[in-house]
């Protein structure tokens, strides 16, 4: 059988000079490993206001950072074209029932002239008929009110959570048009005393990061403080930027003295594994760094 042999290479100094080893003495103590990334902060549930009908802000009852209870008025629509519409609404359905009266006591009439024979049994059906096109159009004009008195009410806009104002993005007297989508008035954060950290990990880190798994993390506004979290969910679906896959994950944090503000920047710290009182060494045990001007030459096979 063939014997196969690998060459051994190793170093020497020039001229001659020994190898310098440094040491250094193992000791036990904790050990962990962290993931990190970037993230941003944001209220746990923030909801976008908007208006449902289109017009002229008449009135603007919030501003930045005004608490909300649900159900507050919080801004108002021009009312004047709605009441207008509703107006005219509750005069149709008027004339329309009025009709549905006329027509209900014609065909009564033509019901005791037919057997006389004052009236043809073709008059009768056709009493009968726009009886029950005027009864329909009663039905018709109550929809029309009903969708009156509702864009009148949708003038008056009120929270739909409580919380605080983080947005306003509307100015008294500007016009806003509901068309294809809802325009945005304000933004409300439900309760910013408890938020979520949407954070950005690779690819290759994303295997190690588990739900409840803990995490430190800073911002810029707090450089010497550390802040701490947990992992709550790691979201499946995948971001691409520049040929860089990432996961969204979700930490929640809280901010029981609300220093931390929506959309700041995070470095998160994520603690993916932990070992206690294990032997250790130091990185440069398991590093070699040959010394200058070290000359590589092959060692015979035996």
């Known amino acids: ?81 709605y009441a207008a519409n509703l107006r005219q609404a509750e005069g149709e359905l008027t004339s329309a029932m009025a009709t ?14 037919v057997p006389l024979k004052a009236a043809s049994q073709l008059d009768l059906d056709q009493a009968v008929a726009e009886l029950a096109q005027a009864e329909a159009t009663v039905v018709v004009k109550e929809a029309t009110l009903e969708s009156a008195k509702a864009n009148l009410g949708f003038c ?32 409300i954060a439900q309760d910013i005393s408890k938020m979520n950290i949407s954070a950005a990990v690779s690819e290759a880190d994303i295997g190690q990061v588990k739900d409840g798994q803990p995490v430190d993390f800073t911002v810029d506004a707090f450089p010497e403080e550390v802040f701490h979290g947990q992992v709550r969910q790691v979201r499946k679906s995948p971001t691409t930027t520049q040929n860089v896959v990432t996961y969204e994950t979700i ?15 995070a470095d998160v710290s994520v603690l993916v594994a932990e070992h206690k009182n294990v032997v250790k060494i130091p990185n440069t045990a398991l590093r070699y760094t040959p010394p200058d001007g070290a000359k590589f030459e092959a060692t015979p096979p035996l």
């Open 251 to 265: 930490i929640t944090v809280d901010n029981p003295e609300q220093k931390l503000f929506p959309g700041m920047t």
């Open 100 to 113: 549905v009266t006329l027509k209900r006591q014609n065909l009564g009439r033509k019901k005791l002239l």
């Open 1 to 81: 059988m063939a014997l196969a042999f690998l060459p051994i290479y190793g170093c020497k100094p020039s001229g001659g000079g020994a190898a310098r080893y440094e040491t250094a003495s193992g000791s036990r103590g904790d050990i962990a490993q962290h993931v990190t990334a970037s993230g941003t902060l944001g209220a746990v549930v923030s909801v976008d206001v908007g208006s449902q009908v289109s017009g002229k802000i008449f009135a603007l009852l919030v501003d930045f950072n005004s608490p909300v209870k649900k159900g507050q008025l919080v801004a108002e629509i021009d009312p004047t074209v």
């Open 156 to 187: 008056k806009i009120t929270a739909p959570v409580d919380g605080i104002v983080i947005s306003r993005k509307v100015d008294t007297g500007q016009t806003v048009i509901a068309a294809m989508s809802t325009p945005v008035l304000f933004t």
